[in-house]
């Protein structure tokens, strides 16, 4: 018959058992552990005048390594085997070199400090590897077990692998900060604005029962104006800033109204109608400013990103500058319409603009043919620069002489045209006395060669074509060229 004190030594082996059960099942990983040489380690360090730990450790690195070998581990559960893949308690003390490695050092010292200000939990969040190697990301609890306190002869650590989790936040960091390089880095201009101020305006008109955006627009153009000045920039990459002159994204926010000016409000409220019927993404030609006042050609590309649709919160605006592209187009359309040495509009233009003007007037027109005298005297005798200058100088001339809407053109060698809508022949007899006054004050600066031409005119009639016109004046002009040649020469001639 068992008596009462065998009884409590029965319930005292069975709890301890169940202790020990549930400290070898428990499904993290536990260390019990026998800090009292690093108890004795930090008694000497104080006892030798050390205040702060953390410095005393950064001065003196070597120390963290005895403050580890001053540690004995006693005993680990079957969870931490398993995770560290050692066959026992031995196989991975004998091994714990290739578990704790360089990289939680940082982490120890901070678990060191906290015992050193007298701390009887700490946690820490490191990296451990198993024997074969591979990395385990893992979060370190520890607590001095109650009646060690003075003495850290028990301390319990638990283990908690936090791979996935910590490699999934690794994953997302870097896959921001390669979001955030191609933003940054993009060789366009990328700007991210907030719309949602935008869309509430657009939502209430048509609550109001607006239908039509575009009539709305052009009865109210103040509403255009009113959402531009909701639109907010949150962010802009570093091209932006090269490609606007912007010393600061701050002050490109700033000046905001120097680079979207002028054209640019016909071409937003073209991007409302868009928005408002619906279209998230569009893309357009338009013109902004640098904060230098340069002008800038752009295509720009609108689109509101995806899981914003439904506010417009988070807009992408991609700009990128056909600024030289423009300036060629514009040179080839030049070139097109132009007398390169001249700079006069080219026999081609002339053709377009004499029919333009036989379909749709303005009437009487008035044509001018003028001729250069001596240009292959000219040529012969000083040669062909001489010859390219004189008809620069004829290109100068007329080019003073005539304003839009009339035109002067280069028909063919040493022949040119003034083409003058709505004017009778007083006007053209003005345009002509006005060339002869513009002459002798060019020959006035040059003294190689005397500029001279011969010039006739006629003013159409009604019904008449004008080609009948050209063939009068171009009769008229030869006339006079012919009663030049038979006068006494001058000048140049």
């Known amino acids: 018959m068992l008596n009462l004190h065998d009884e409590a030594s029965m319930g005292a082996d069975t709890e301890h058992r169940d202790y020990a059960e549930m400290f070898d099942l428990a499904p993290v990983s536990l260390w019990l552990e026998d800090y009292t040489g690093l108890r004795t380690l930090f008694d000497s360090w104080r006892e030798q005048g050390v205040t702060s730990l953390r410095d005393f450790l950064q001065a003196h690195p070597g120390k963290i390594q ?22 026992s308690l031995e ?6 070199p290739k578990v704790f490695r360089a990289d939680m050092l940082k982490a120890f010292v901070d678990e060191l400090c906290q015992l050193w200000s007298g701390r009887t939990t700490f946690v820490s969040n490191t990296v451990n590897y198993s024997l074969s190697g591979q990395r385990i990301d893992i979060q370190l609890k520890g607590a001095v077990l109650p009646g060690y306190e003075a003495s850290l002869g028990r301390v319990l650590l638990s283990i908690e692998d936090v791979t996935e989790r910590e490699t999934a936040r690794r994953q997302a960091a870097q896959a921001e900060i390669y979001a955030s390089g191609l933003f940054e880095h993009s060789p366009v201009s990328l700007w991210v604005e907030d719309f949602s101020s935008v869309k509430q305006l657009i939502d209430d008109i048509r609550l109001r029962g607006i239908s039509d955006l575009r009539v709305f627009t052009d009865v109210h153009p103040e509403f255009v104006q009113r959402c531009i000045s909701e639109v907010r920039v949150i962010d802009v990459n570093q091209h932006t800033l090269q490609m606007f002159a912007a010393p ?14 002028d054209d640019m409000h016909r071409h937003f409220r073209e991007q409302l109608i868009e928005l408002w019927n619906g279209k998230l993404f569009h893309q357009r030609e338009v013109v902004n400013y640098t904060l230098n006042g340069e002008e800038l050609h752009v295509h720009l590309q609108f689109s509101v990103l995806p899981g914003h649709e ?39 233009f002339y053709v377009d603009e004499l029919n333009r003007l036989e379909r749709k007037g303005p009437f009487p027109v008035t044509i001018i043919m003028v001729d250069l005298n001596s240009l292959k005297h000219v ?18 001339v007329l080019a003073k002489a005539v304003d839009r809407p009339n035109c002067a053109a280069r028909i ?8 003058l809508p709505g004017a009778d022949a007083d006007a053209g007899l003005a345009v002509m006395e006005n060339i002869e006054k513009l002459i002798a004050l060019n020959n006035q600066f040059y003294s190689a060669s005397t500029l001279s031409v011969s010039m006739g005119m006629a003013t159409s009639v009604t019904g008449e074509r004008l080609e009948q016109v050209v063939k009068r004046a171009d009769f008229e002009m030869y006339e006079n060229k012919r009663r030049a040649d038979d006068a006494p020469q001058r000048g140049g001639r």
Do not use: M, P
């Open 379 to 396: 040529n012969d005798q000083l040669g062909h620069a001489a010859g390219d200058t004189l008809l620069r100088r004829a290109g100068e």
């Open 66 to 87: 005895e403050c580890s070998e001053r540690i004995r581990v006693l005993k680990v559960n079957r969870r931490t085997l398993a995770l560290y893949e050692a066959e």
């Open 248 to 261: 600061s994204k701050a002050a490109l926010i700033a000046n905001i109204g120097s680079v979207f000016r």
């Open 412 to 419: 063919g060698g040493d022949e040119f045209a003034v083409l």
């Open 91 to 96: 196989h991975l003390v004998a091994n714990l």
């Open 310 to 348: 439904h506010d417009w919160s988070l807009v992408q605006v991609a700009l990128t500058d056909i600024t030289a592209r423009k300036k060629a187009e514009a040179y080839l359309e030049y070139l097109g319409k132009h007398d390169v040495l001249t700079k006069l509009y080219n026999r081609s």
